[in-house]
């Protein structure tokens, strides 16, 4: 399982990061609540009794799209958990492989100005990417 030892990893091996240790998995937090809290506490500037809402309603959603610089291209950084899977530094090889399956099969579904082509970032053909980096 993931351990402590390589969620401080980065805190040991690079002195210039920011925080230095990141959970492996949503277990982590559990597993080691007595370290991660006052830093996610500090970090954030919350109470020990903070709690985090989620709302998924898209209605609310503000933008500030300037029209006359309408967008053109995007990228997605997936940063988060989906269940199942460890987070970054607990993540193993295939599992990545696995999240990478589920996120072509679902992108592959958008319609309307959410869709697009799906580009990896291995395996691209090179011309392919430098008018990725042009456009």
């Known amino acids: 399982g993931f351990t402590l030892a390589k969620a401080m990893l980065v805190l040991l091996s690079l002195t210039i990061q920011h925080c230095g240790i990141y959970a492996g998995d949503w277990d982590s937090y559990k597993d080691f609540a007595a370290v991660f809290d006052p830093i996610i ?3 954030h500037g919350i109470s020990a009794d903070a709690r985090h809402t989620s709302d998924m309603d898209v209605s609310k959603l503000v933008g ?3 029209p006359d610089a309408p967008v053109l291209s995007t990228r997605i950084r997936v940063g988060r958990s989906i ?3 460890g987070l970054s530094p607990g993540i193993t090889q295939q599992q990545r492989k696995d999240v990478e399956s589920l996120f072509k099969n679902a992108s592959k579904k958008l319609e309307g100005k959410l869709a697009g082509t799906y580009y990896p970032l291995t395996g691209m053909v090179e011309s392919v990417r430098q008018q990725l980096v042009d456009d």
Do not use: F, P
């Open 64 to 66: 500030n799209v300037n």
């Open 41 to 43: 506490q500090e970090y």
């Open 83 to 85: 269940d199942g899977y």
